[in-house]
């Protein structure tokens, strides 16, 4: 389908619209087609100029459906090393104000620059670049404004750029310090449609460091754009603005009129009267009860037993008893900004709170006083990071210097931390435990993100080339000690030296060899299968999760998404789509462009992940394996993974 795109070049500071092939149905194909084949981006270093930043809107996004605003961004990942996607809850409600589908950003500054992004209500665009000096944007992130960090720039901006836009609908993209010196680097965003922040929830594009790419390819520190140009007709066929007109095509694909479709399919976000809670965080903690990680995932060590009693005595008191008294209680929940009735966003003193980011972040490191936690999550958001490849890697480091492999001083701690969870059964000295882990990772956010030293640029690099040259680093610790870095970690390996770690779930569809990890783009719950059949359902997951992706639609409504999305793009623009082989090209394209680039799936370097997919089969009832797994080890794994990959090119039909 034919449409816009907006291709900012910031080298040469110039700007053109482009119309988009027919193929490009969404962020995703848009996307590939950029780095694919318009920039060849597998053909140069990964922060070189040619990996253009793209971004887009979905096709429903001037419906007026809640949950069909996600501006979704694609990139070589400076982690990962392939290609990758993330979005931003709520960022394309100003987006589609520009008057095009999709952006690229192209070319590399030789400043520090912000490109500032107006349209006019005939459709005009006009673009200003304005520039910091290095020491300028580092001045404003370590304090502007009693804030710091991503927050600070966006505050910086307000006060010096907001005339440019006057009263028209606005939003502020930016990067923190973690995309300067790390490849870490998450975009962030207020959620707001103006210029005052205060109370506003956050919203981030984060998994995979589109921010290090961002600054470090295009030397931009932030992206800002609105407009008040509206699409008229908004939609060629049926006008899926109509709430009228909305709710006669509901009913007539599934029977309800649209918001009864909508509330019934987000209940778990919004609130569940089963567990009394709502949002990933009340949720994720309900429905899993035990199976949410700790201590660096070491919590996969201990019995069932164990897990569900610490659930109950420690986690379920100190961590999520305090949220579900305010947030839950009090209903302080939000959205990204697009009007939606899943009102995710819950807010515990000021701060949203989400299931993923505040398990990787502090569960995981020792952090179980949710008072304390909001603090840590407030810096490490600040500090422009993915929290969750954040916490996994700051949960890495804390196990290292607690298991002797990096003497505390090293990184400029104080001290050791607290890793025996037998500890925490002392309610009263959960606080006092949370606060001192709280520092120690509060000290490694802030050094991290502003390459503080030698280790902290090393550990910047990502866990996986992290690990490696520590190993060299500490030869003497690891000998002592008879344990390798990479040992403690929890990570996907991929080509010579990328890689992610997963989500916050104990399921070996996180681990598993496919295009994209570190989202759900896979079957991310508990589960052991055997190989062939979790490939089945991992692959069938990909391909229903990139309706959303490609859809710019947020998963929380996926439950009716899938079902539905091909028709309404039917109804509203008169063209058929066989969505399911769409998104199976989409999945072979990432194959293709990750096979240019030279990064193929590797098995697992770790024996955390070993004993993580070893105990899953005995956790989750796969016997046979776990016995197996056990008496013939490493060669055991290694036959499960090969046989799911060739699953998966069967599956995808292409060859990685």
């Not at 104000?97 to 500054?109: S, T």
């Not at 990071?385 to 701690?413: C, K, M, Q």
Request: hydrophobic share 40%; aromatic share 14%; proline share 4%.
């Amino acid at each position: 389908m034919v449409g816009k795109a907006l291709i900012v070049n910031v080298s040469k500071e110039t700007f053109r619209v482009e119309e988009t092939r027919d193929e490009i149905l969404g962020p995703i194909s848009w996307g590939l087609y950029c780095h694919l084949e318009k920039y060849r981006s597998y053909q140069y270093p990964i922060f070189d100029e040619h990996n253009v930043l793209c971004f887009g809107a979905g096709l429903l996004s001037w419906s007026e459906i809640s949950g069909t605003r996600r501006l979704v961004f694609t990139f070589r990942s400076p982690l990962w090393g392939g290609f990758f996607l993330s979005s931003m809850g709520g960022a394309a409600y100003v987006f589609r104000y520009l008057g095009v589908d999709y952006a690229a950003i192209e070319g590399k500054a030789k400043e520090p620059t912000i490109i500032l992004i107006k349209s006019e209500p005939s459709g005009e665009i006009k673009i200003r670049f304005e520039h910091l000096t290095d020491e300028k944007l580092v001045e404003v992130f370590k304090k502007y404004k009693e804030t710091c960090g991503a927050f600070a720039l966006a505050y910086y901006i307000a006060d010096n750029y907001s005339d440019f836009y006057g009263k028209v609908p606005v939003r502020v993209v930016t990067v923190g310090p973690a995309s300067v010196y790390t490849r870490n680097g998450a975009l962030v965003s207020y959620a707001s449609r103006d210029f005052n922040f205060k109370g506003k929830s956050i919203e981030y594009s984060a998994r995979g460091g589109p921010g290090s790419v961002l600054y470090r390819a295009h030397k931009v520190a932030a992206i800002v754009y609105g407009g008040n140009y509206v699409r008229n007709p908004k939609f060629p066929k049926a006008d899926l603005s109509n709430f009228k007109v909305l709710n006669s095509v509901f009913q007539k694909l599934l029977g309800s009129p649209m918001n009864t479709v909508l509330m019934n399919a987000t209940v778990k976000y919004r609130y569940d009267p089963k567990t009394n809670s709502g949002g990933t965080f009340g949720n994720n903690y309900a429905y899993y009860n035990g199976l949410n990680p700790t201590f660096n995932w070491s919590y996969i060590y201990w019995s069932e037993e164990e897990r569900r009693r610490f659930f109950k005595e420690v986690i379920s008191e100190t961590y999520v008893k305090p949220f579900n008294e305010l947030t839950i209680a009090k209903r302080l929940w939000r959205t990204c900004d697009e009007p939606c009735v899943a009102v995710c966003k819950k807010m515990y003193k000021g701060c949203k709170v989400d299931y993923e980011p505040y398990c990787a972040s502090t569960a995981n490191a020792g952090i179980l006083d949710l008072d304390v936690a909001i603090e840590v999550l407030d810096l490490v958001d600040a500090m422009g990071y993915d929290a969750i490849e954040f916490g996994n890697t700051v949960s890495w480091i804390l196990e290292a210097v607690h298991r002797n492999l990096i003497p505390p001083e090293e990184l400029g701690l104080k001290s050791k931390p607290y890793f025996d969870h037998k500890l925490y059964y002392d309610l009263s000295k959960v606080k006092e435990l949370s606060k001192h882990n709280a520092e120690l990772v509060k000290t490694i956010a802030w050094k991290l993100a502003f390459g503080e030293g030698e280790i902290y640029e090393v550990i910047g690099e990502g866990v996986r080339r992290a690990a490696k040259k520590l190993d060299g680093m500490f030869e003497e610790n690891i000998k002592k000690e008879n344990i390798l870095f990479e040992d403690l970690a929890v990570y996907v390996p991929f080509g010579p030296d990328g890689s992610l770690t997963p989500a916050m779930y104990w399921g070996p569809g996180n681990i598993m060899p496919l295009p994209i990890i570190g989202k759900y783009l896979t079957y991310y719950h508990g589960i052991f299968l055997e190989p062939e059949d979790l490939a089945v359902k991992a692959l069938g997951r990909a391909i229903k999760e990139l309706y959303s992706e490609e859809g710019g639609l947020c998963r929380f409504h996926r439950r009716w998404g899938e079902e539905i999305l091909p028709k309404l793009i039917e109804e509203a623009y008169g063209i058929e789509v066989n969505m399911d082989e769409h998104n199976r090209e989409l999945l072979r394209k990432i194959i293709e462009y990750d096979k240019r680039a030279g990064y193929k799936p590797v098995f697992w370097e770790s024996k955390r992940v070993l004993d993580y997919f070893t105990l899953a089969a005995k956790e989750y009832g796969a016997e046979k394996w776990y016995e197996k797994l056990v008496r013939e080890g490493v060669e055991v794994a290694r036959e499960y993974w090969q046989r799911f990959l060739w699953k998966e090119e069967e599956i995808l039909g292409i060859k990685w």
